[in-house]
T-cell receptor
Framework: KAGVTQTPRYLIKTRGQQVTLSCSPI?????VSWYQQTPGQGLQFLFE???????NKGNFPGRFSGRQFSNSRSEMNVSTLELGDSALYLC????????????????FGPGTRLTVT | LAKTTQPISMDSYEGQEVNITCSHN???????ITWYQQFPSQGPRFIIQ???TKVTNEVASLFIPADRKSSTLSLPRVSLSDTAVYYC????????????FGKGTKLSVKP
């Protein structure tokens, strides 16, 4: 079974530009979550999509947005890039259906390393 | 969600058993305890999850006392490749994909 894939793996952008990152979840997984990891703040939750709907959102500015397609693939967009957006962006997929009686493990991709100069 | 507290770092030697304890005093009835492992420049990897008592899989054991206010991840006979950061998380049942990661425990295994 193929794992979570993220493209591109590395990206260099300039301040003020915008960027789109892509994530393909494991086949059959309908939940896709995005995380940002920096040395200073650690791993922080950005948002989660399930069946093309954003179900949960972390504490990030509106410059960070995402979407999910009918095949569960997801994209994350960051507009007006700032130096502080340099980070490893991780995508995770899960079979999570939202049933309160269960908790499903998340499978993480290798991440996209974004550098903003 | 309950906040977790775990040691910042731990050192061990190859072949030893390593126990990492995590406290989560405010855990709720429908919360699960989950541990993830992360190597540098890689995404976290699920290790084990439990609700109460003891859970064991091919890589680790998870011990959870009756009050569930703490948990201990046990790694038997660690090797150099187990050097990584280990995160203890409390997940709400039916959680909507928003894992809350703390600082984690950086485990260093020496030869």
């Amino acid at each position: 079974k193929a794992g979570v894939t993220q493209t591109p793996r590395y990206l260099i952008k300039t301040r003020g530009q915008q960027v789109t990152l892509s994530c393909s979840p494991i086949s059959g997984h309908r939940s896709v979550s995005w995380y940002q990891q920096t040395p200073g703040q650690g791993l922080q939750f950005l948002f989660e999509y399930f069946s093309e709907t954003q179900r949960n959102k972390g504490n990030f500015p509106g410059r960070f947005s995402g979407r999910q397609f009918s095949n569960s693939r997801s994209e994350m967009n960051v507009s007006t890039l700032e130096l502080g957006d340099s980070a490893l962006y991780l995508c995770a997929s899960s079979f999570a259906s939202g049933s309160p009686k269960n908790s499903y493990e998340q499978y993480f991709g290798p991440g996209t390393r974004l550098t903003v100069t | 969600l309950a906040k977790t507290t775990q040691p910042i770092s731990m050192d061990s030697y190859e072949g030893q058993e390593v126990n990492i304890t995590c406290s989560h005093n405010n855990i709720a009835t429908n919360d699960y305890i989950t541990w993830y492992q992360q190597f540098p420049s890689q995404g976290p990897r699920f290790i084990i999850q439990g609700y109460k008592t003891k859970v064991t899989n091919e890589v680790a054991s998870l011990f959870i006392p009756a009050d569930r206010k703490s948990s201990t991840l046990s790694l038997p006979r660690v090797s150099l490749s187990d050097t990584a950061v280990y995160y203890c998380l409390v997940e709400r049942g039916g959680s909507q994909g928003n894992l809350i990661f703390g600082k984690g425990t950086k485990l260093s295994v020496k030869p």
